[in-house]
């Protein structure tokens, strides 16, 4: 008994001052039981899982991605409008103006990705699509021109190229393993006003969007998505690319919490594409109905080579400006804009056979589709 007397006099009191004052510092500090990295016993029919908090502050993400995201600016000519005419006349008279130079400019705005150092953007396609003068600016305030690589018409989806140095590719996350209920991050350029970010959780994945045609595999969100968003980066927390933003909803009302992005494992492997096809080294446009009637094309259709890059396989093979394309591989051009998007899916060293109208006469050209200069 003396025994137990005498260690109760050598380590009790010990014991109890220090518990007394661990009591006094929790009551006092009670923040450090809610440690932003504090770990969590989950108790669920499951066996135990102990998860991490994520931090209070998202700041190192943003900092991380945002030199990757861009705002994007497009201009539109249009025909000019006459404030005084209506009907069939005044579209008429609109056409005759349109001859004489008037002119007037429409401006939209959008986000893109910067993907590679040397300069390849992800954006959705209507950011950029009739664009008729584009230009990008960096997080950093400079800018700079774009040149369009191609576009993925399904998916809503385009590849642009910048010549300017120093640039900050965007880290990939894998998309596949994200999961309802994971922060992120929507990185935009929201209505002009500047680059922004928007917070808020993967809400579903594998949506479809809008139409019938339309792609299924979206992830959808709660983060703010407006427009001028449309193209930007979806991120999660570590900064690392999930998406890119594609859509809301309903684009007539605003911030109803349910916008889209196509997962970036689909958006890289839809760049890939377009950056490994086959080139040919022209630009073209649609030939107008009434032209192609008047030159007597059955059916009225056609593409106008508006281009032809120097060192191309087009310029090798003879093409020339203002030729037309009448017919591709032996079948008459019915839709021209499937036509483009079967020359443009060709890979290198595939061959085509083209019909062309120049000068009044029906010319075959043959030409094999090569690289396109500045894919590694």
């Known amino acids: 008994m003396k025994k137990v007397n005498r260690i109760l006099n050598d380590f ?15 009551t006092l500090r009670p923040q450090w039981l809610n440690s932003q990295w504090q770990a969590q016993i989950i108790n669920s029919s499951e066996p135990t899982k102990i998860y991490l908090h994520r931090p209070a502050s998202y700041a190192l993400a943003v900092k991380k991605a945002s030199p990757s995201v861009v ?13 005084f005419s209506s009907g069939n006349l005044f579209q008429q008279l609109s056409n005759q103006n349109d001859a004489a ?8 705005l959008g986000s893109g990705v910067i993907v590679t150092s040397d300069g390849y953007i992800l954006t959705n396609n209507h950011v950029i699509d009739g664009a008729d003068e584009a230009l990008v600016q960096l997080e950093d ?15 809503d989806l385009a590849v642009l190229k910048i010549n300017l ?90 911030a109803m919490g349910i916008s889209f992005a196509i997962p970036a494992n689909t958006a890289i492997k839809s760049f890939i594409a377009i950056t490994s096809r086959g080139w040919l080294g ?17 059916p009225p259709s056609g593409l106008v080579i508006k281009n032809i890059f120097p060192d191309s396989p087009a310029f090798s093979s003879g093409l020339l400006p203002g030729d037309i394309i009448v017919r591709v591989n032996a079948t008459e051009i019915i839709n021209p804009e499937k036509t483009m998007d079967m020359i443009g899916s060709l890979s290198p060293g595939d061959s085509l056979q083209l019909d062309i109208l120049r000068n009044g006469k029906i010319k075959p050209v043959s030409i094999v589709a090569g690289v396109r200069p500045g894919i590694n």
């Open 12 to 26: 009790g009191w010990p014991i109890v001052i220090g518990l007394l004052c661990a009591l006094l510092i929790f």
């Open 71 to 83: 705002n994007i600016y497009t201009q539109k000519i249009l025909p000019g409008i006459s404030r």
């Open 101 to 108: 130079g008037s002119k007037r400019k429409e401006s939209s």
């Open 141 to 155: 305030g400079r800018e700079g021109n774009i040149k369009l690589i191609g576009v993925n018409r399904e998916l």
């Open 165 to 254: 140095d120093h640039l900050t590719p965007i880290k990939l996350a894998d998309s596949s393993k994200t999961q309802v209920g994971d922060v992120v991050l929507a990185i935009g350029n929201p209505f002009g006003v500047g680059q922004s970010v928007s917070q808020g959780i993967i809400s579903a994945t594998h949506r479809k969007g809008s139409g019938q045609d339309a792609f299924q595999n979206l992830i959808q969100t709660d983060a703010a998505i407006n427009p001028g968003n449309s193209g930007g980066a979806l991120v999660d927390t570590d900064g690392n690319l999930v998406g890119i933003n594609v859509a809301i909803l309903n684009p007539a009302e605003y």
């Open 282 to 298: 022209i630009e073209a446009n649609e030939l107008k109905l009434q032209a192609a009637k008047s030159l007597g094309l059955k």
